[in-house]
């Protein structure tokens, strides 16, 4: 009997003995925690070997009234950056290279909800730029680099780059412990294969808390931001409105509450439902779906598509107006 | 009104529950980048830059950290930093009088004696990397000297230029006034307001010299630096009058109305006119300056020499630092 039992221990011993094998093949920046001066080795080359390219595809940005940084993501001139930075649409700005080189730029879209901005560089083709990570690949503890211009460009100094790791992310804000200043605003945020994981939005006064829109908010809203005027919180009491707030899950979006006497609460929508689509396209951000909404006047129909204890429902809501509920 | 207020308690309903919710799901500070599990992992490291870093002290306050260079107890540290340091301790607790040695203003390099028995005090052991590549490993004690701070070097290897000294003032054009130059404002606190100039006063000489243009003021009081006294010739209300002001610096008569200095916390007072600095972001307060700064392997990379900003540490390199020493040291067996 025991003999068995020491058997049936041996075997489950094999089996978790499996794991400290899978835990090697992981990447130094794989690991819960850098264990050892060769895991922090490994990490310093992983940086360095993606500095060079990353550090060609940071632009400072000269607003007139300020400077914020941001980062090209097409060679055609595309930038990412903070809607705080841009300010408005239709503005024409200068952007500087990482190399000093000033070029024309005028400002698209964005989000004041996320922060999330985009920019245009005129009339070239041929830009350095970085690659953009898919959604949903950065999580909590994953190590990051952060780029920009602290303070505003400095061709002697040139882009700065500070490490950390993510510490929160939900909805539309990324937290990371990598340290940023003004000027950093609209910069990006790298992830350990060279992508671009958010963009620098607000400063903590907590210097390892500060804040970042992860790259899902653009995705979420890619042609609204670039072809758009930016959504701003003024404007949204012009459009549409439901009255619910939600939280971001795999599937979809959580209703957590529903406002009394909004269209949402007459048309029978309460906490717990999982909003999957409006008019037929799937929700994927919080953002997405308020943007959506306040695109409508009040008084349009949309139709809702949630789920309640497993059963697909659907609702035709008549918006409502901010102002009167 | 009504919906704009409307519209802002929804916004801080919907941050507050986010808020909420996060802090619960932040990562852990054991994790994160300065978190005492990171931390661990520099071994030996660490203990280096523990064993070798020392607090300096006035009247029982932390005023700057140093390094130990010689068995025999001296220390290096940063001069404009430790003025009036009394006593020094060690990370096991030791503690030593200090009495200074040399000073050095270019690199503002100061070196100090520790007063006691013994002279096998440890020593760093210096690195001959002359360019730190940007994204490389760089730590340094913390203040405490129980732990450390880690970062990455962050920026280009560059000269820093000198900022010479300010008054505070923003100057009119000359245009407007033959007599002399306007003061359009004075900035509160700084050295023009404690001398007593107004705004709407005249300049009419710097130092004795008639003054036509405000560039040439300008020129004239930058020539100075920090510290140093200028006599400006005002013409008030039809009165003569001469004031004397003892310069400011730069980043501590302006940066009070950045919002980024606000941001930053306490810098330090010089940061300025360097002969070759280093940049890296570890996380150090300003009276943890004059401290050694560390690679990977434990070997010292230079001197935490200015706290810039909340993302800006300078340091000279340990080439630079390593000659002034010698010519400390020189100086030293002359006598």
Redesign the interface.
Known sequence: MSFRFFLLLHVQLCLFSQLPGEVLEKQAWEKTSPQSLEDLREIQSQLQSLLPEAEKSVVSIETGDGAGSGVIISPEGLVLTAAHVIGSTGKRMKVRLHDGKRLSAVSLGGSELSDAGMLQIKGRKDLPFAPISAKDLSSVGDWCFALGHPGGFDSRRGVIVRLGRIIGKKDETMQTDSRLLGGDSGGPLFDFEGKVIAIHSRVSTQPDQNFHIPIESFLANWDFFRDQSILTLESLAEGGFLGISCQESARGLLVIGVLEGTPAEKAGIHAGDLLTQMDGKFLSTRENLTISVSQKKPGELVRLTYERDGNLLSSEIKLGRRSEE | M???S??AS??S??VF??ED??QS???GY??????K??QR?????KEEALRTTVRLERNGKLIALGLLVDPSGLVLTKASSCIGAREASLTNGERYALRIRKRHEPTDLALYQLIGEGDEFPAVRWSNLSNL?????VLSAFHELQEIRV??A???T?PIEREGGVMGVILGSSSKSPQGITIREVVPQAAADKAGLLSGDLITKVDGRRVKTSNHVVDLVNDKDPGDVVVLSILRKGDDRDFRITLGHRSVTFDLFN??MQ??GPVSKRKDNFPLVF?H?L?LEREAMGGPVFD??GKCLGINIARV????VFSLPSKIVRERLEDFLSGLDAR
């Open positions: 009504k919906r704009f409307w519209m929804l916004l309903l919907q529950a986010l919710e996060n799901r932040l990562l054991e994790l994160r980048l300065n978190g599990s990171t992992a520099f071994a030996e490291a590549e940007n994204g490389s490993w970062g990455v962050s920026g280009k560059r919002r980024n941001m930053s940049q972001d996380p990977l392997s900003d909340r993302v800006t």
